[in-house]
């Protein structure tokens, strides 16, 4: 299969140019036309998008969301591969889970998908699962998202086992004692809301446990890699950077709704600001924000985590953790942060930097790589519908805001997997 897409643009150019893809491949630049031709309309091309953190709630919850909403939702938002998490009904602790999920999702012709598998047996936090055998099977990574590591010998064996696989281990750290029946961010607003809160020592003194962990390790001559999902804490953060100056293995994601939301949101009371970790202050907002800066945040994610709208129209000590935004997140941060950040920079924090988290080839747009790219508009400015998402969970916190950066196009393994009617 050949196509060329012609009128687009690379980073940095004004310059208008084609790529031809042929086979799953980048055959060239500026070639003669072959195959079918697909006007870029002016777009700047970059590779699709990598998403290390999305809920796709298939087995089991597909009333939420489905492989085929959840990856047809990633590509409209210009990703090429995503990472699905393993609390679904059964857990994803099985390898013939794995490689079914896998081929289900080969056959839909969306968004790459690489599952993660869960660390332990039922995300119970005891047992170990077979991991050598969820490797296999190709499990993109482990983890027990949706749950904390509350058993530290289990995390230690689970990271020494990973290692030994040239795997990463992910984890949700937040201490669930502290967090106890927490609903939203301790703090003034929390007080004044009369709301039971979750401290932001929650999750420092879990990223700071799980940090001793790797360094134990790291001092046996046993490198583990540990990756800290979704964020939340200017203290969570410097004891992020205090391990990468020690030389240990350790990253971490941030995701779009802990930069542009905070505690204040819930003065609403509306749920569908309730997430896990929660909205935390501006100061720590701003801190996240300068962590993206200065490299000490690895990448971005969004912990895209559909659920139905009667779910979320519960009061907010009965509705579930999670916002689904998957569409929209090159929109939102290139809006809000394009000029403090810049293209660039963004950019990589969704394409090439998730790929060094992984340890998989960075991603390219010169001849011979991979076909994976994404086409944006950077100019045009359009409004948020939640109606129109390819997302089940048809809701979101940003509807009505006008944001521009939205994909035109999206390419996955040669083949056009979204393109803006």
């Not at 930097?353 to 944006?376: H, K, Q």
């Amino acid at each position: 299969m050949t196509i060329t897409i012609t009128n687009i643009k690379r980073i940095g150019s004004d310059q208008t140019e084609s790529v031809t893809i042929e086979n799953g491949t980048i055959k060239g630049w500026n070639l003669p036309a072959e195959g079918e031709t697909i006007d870029g309309q002016g777009g700047t091309v970059a590779p699709a998008f990598t998403e290390l953190h999305a809920h796709l709630r298939e087995p089991g919850q597909t009333e939420k969301e489905d492989l085929s909403s959840g990856l047809a939702a990633a590509a409209a938002g210009g990703y090429g591969t995503v990472v699905s998490m393993p609390n679904t009904s059964p857990v994803v602790d099985d390898p013939a889970i794995v490689r079914s999920l896998i081929q289900k999702a080969q056959g839909l012709g969306f968004a790459r998908l690489r599952p993660a598998a869960a660390l332990t047996r039922g995300q119970q936090g005891e047992a170990l699962a077979e991991l050598t055998y969820l490797k296999e099977a190709g499990a993109a990574m482990f983890t027990d998202d949706g749950r904390t590591n509350e058993n530290a010998r289990t995390l230690r064996l689970g990271l020494e086992t990973a290692a030994s696989l040239g795997m990463v281990v992910s984890v949700h750290a937040e201490d669930a004692s502290l967090r106890a029946d927490g609903v939203m961010n301790e703090g003034a607003v929390s007080e004044a809301l009369g709301l039971p809160g979750n401290p932001a020592a929650a999750e420092a003194a879990r990223v700071a446990r799980d940090i001793e962990i790797v360094a134990g390790l790291h001092a046996q001559g046993r490198p583990a890699r540990l990756h800290i999902q979704h964020l939340s804490t200017a203290r969570a953060l410097d004891l992020v950077r205090e391990a990468k100056k020690r030389g240990l293995s350790v990253t971490c994601e941030v995701c779009p709704h802990h930069l542009t939301l905070t505690d204040e949101a819930l003065r609403s009371f509306d749920a569908i600001y309730k997430v896990a970790p929660p909205l935390r202050t501006q100061a720590d907002a701003e801190h996240l924000l300068e962590g993206l800066r200065d490299g000490s945040v690895d990448c971005l994610a969004t912990d895209h985590a559909p659920h139905t709208r009667a779910e979320k129209e519960r009061d907010l000590l009965e509705a579930p953790s999670g916002i689904a935004y998957i569409e929209l997140a090159f929109p939102l941060m290139y809006t809000r942060f394009g000029e403090s950040l810049g293209l660039e920079r963004i950019i990589e924090l969704m394409t090439t930097a998730p790929a060094r988290v992984m340890g998989w080839p960075e991603p390219s747009l010169e001849a011979g790589a991979p076909a994976d790219l994404v086409v944006l508009d950077l100019e045009t400015e359009r409004t948020v519908e939640p109606a129109t998402f390819r997302s089940k969970a048809k809701f979101t916190p940003w509807a009505g805001e006008s944001l521009k950066g939205w994909p035109l196009l999206t390419v996955v393994d040669g083949k056009v997997a979204y393109r803006r009617v």
